[in-house]
């Protein structure tokens, strides 16, 4: 289907640009030969040849005009992220400093600068954190974010729907689940390790949950669609690979992509979550064992977009980082 992209003159701003999603989407930027300016905390460690600015920390005073200068898209993906260890004696206040009043100061003075589109990398824990099985995500869903991120998160997303009905500023939201790809972190990093060390693992017997995931590669063709598609203008997007996998099905899989069998064990999820919560671990237990699926159809459908690559190659890119 052809479609008619949207025309922005100038510059494209990239928040966060030296972070994990951030450096992977001014790759393909510069790839594609576009204009884009790499907004970064410090002029320091910035991706490659890039026009930068440097804006030090994101919160409700920030001064953003030397970086919005000329710019007509932002792509703000900056925040404070979930943690898994979190040290701040009220979460949920320092998830909002950021993620919530940063967002919407950067989104007025982006108004004020003349930027036409504003994207908004969310997170799929607006919708919430488990999903039951044959009832995945939408877009259209009721937010029901469980921890402090999720909620800053939703109230970001609110703010700037209000901004966009004040100002005409169109607003793309994107929710992905949990990112993974070459240079991966936290809890996908280590589960590769474990199989890449041939260390057993009692997962098993979990087959009957179902995850969604989406590679860097398929994150960031998504964004790019989302610059210049006119249909975006205004709408909430999921993404995710287009298959969702069990615990040991992924696995198993990571295990095909590294040319060496998973070494599984069967034991009852039951017993692994009752564990788990004996030991305080209950909320890590439920990544593992618990469902969470979320339907790209009005994705598809809106943006005539089909995530580029596989789940497998998504894996083997993946794995090729980790032994690199």
């Known amino acids: 289907m052809n479609v008619t992209t949207a025309t922005f003159a100038g510059p494209i701003l990239v928040t966060g640009a030296n972070g994990y999603v951030g450096r992977e989407l001014c790759a393909h930027m510069a790839a594609q030969g576009r204009l884009f300016r790499a907004c970064v905390r410090t002029a320091k460690d910035v991706p490659h040849d890039a026009s930068t600015a440097a804006v030090g920390d994101i919160?409700?005073?920030?001064?953003?005009?030397t970086a919005l200068n000329?710019?007509?898209?932002?792509?703000?993906?900056?925040?404070?992220?979930?943690?898994?260890?979190?040290?701040?004696s009220d979460p949920l206040r320092e998830f909002r400093r950021t993620n919530v009043e940063g967002t919407i100061?950067?989104?007025?003075?982006?108004?004020?600068?003349?930027?036409?589109?504003?994207?908004?990398?969310?997170?799929?824990?607006?919708n919430g954190e488990c999903t039951v099985a044959g009832q995945p995500f939408t877009a259209a869903d009721a937010p029901s974010p469980q921890d402090p991120y999720g909620i800053s998160k939703m109230e970001a997303e609110l703010g700037l729907r209000q901004i966009a009905a004040e100002t005409g500023v169109e607003v793309v939201i994107v929710r992905p689940p949990l990112v993974y790809g070459p240079g991966v972190k936290a809890n996908f990093a280590s589960l590769m390790r474990a199989v890449q060390r041939g260390i057993p693992l009692p997962l098993a017997s979990v087959t009957n949950n179902h995850?969604?995931?989406?590679?860097?590669?398929?994150?960031?063709?998504?964004?790019?669609?989302?610059?210049?598609?006119?249909a975006a203008a205004n709408q909430t997007f999921l993404v995710s690979d287009g298959e969702d996998l069990s615990t040991a099905d992924l696995l198993r899989r990571l295990g095909l992509?590294?040319?060496?069998?998973?070494?599984?064990?069967?034991?009852?999820?039951?017993?692994?979550?009752?564990?788990?919560?004996?030991?305080?671990?209950?909320?890590?237990?439920?990544?593992?064992?618990?469902?969470?699926?979320?339907?790209?159809?009005?994705t598809r459908n809106a943006l005539n977009w089909s995530p580029p690559i596989s789940?497998?190659?998504?894996l083997r890119r993946a794995v090729a980082g980790l032994k690199s």
Request: aromatic share 4%; charged share 20%; with cysteine.
């Open 59 to 65: 919160h409700e005073a920030t001064d953003w005009s």
């Open 70 to 88: 000329g710019c007509s898209t932002v792509v703000h993906l900056a925040a404070r992220v979930h943690v898994m260890s979190e040290s701040a």
């Open 105 to 126: 100061h950067l989104a007025r003075q982006a108004a004020t600068a003349g930027v036409r589109r504003f994207i908004f990398v969310s997170s799929i824990k607006v």
């Open 211 to 230: 995850r969604s995931f989406v590679a860097i590669d398929n994150l960031v063709d998504l964004l790019m669609t989302c610059l210049d598609h006119p």
């Open 257 to 298: 992509a590294m040319g060496r069998p998973a070494r599984l064990i069967p034991v009852s999820p039951s017993l692994l979550q009752l564990g788990a919560n004996i030991l305080g671990k209950g909320d890590m237990a439920q990544r593992l064992l618990g469902s969470l699926q979320v339907n790209i159809d009005h």
């Open 311 to 314: 789940v497998d190659e998504g």
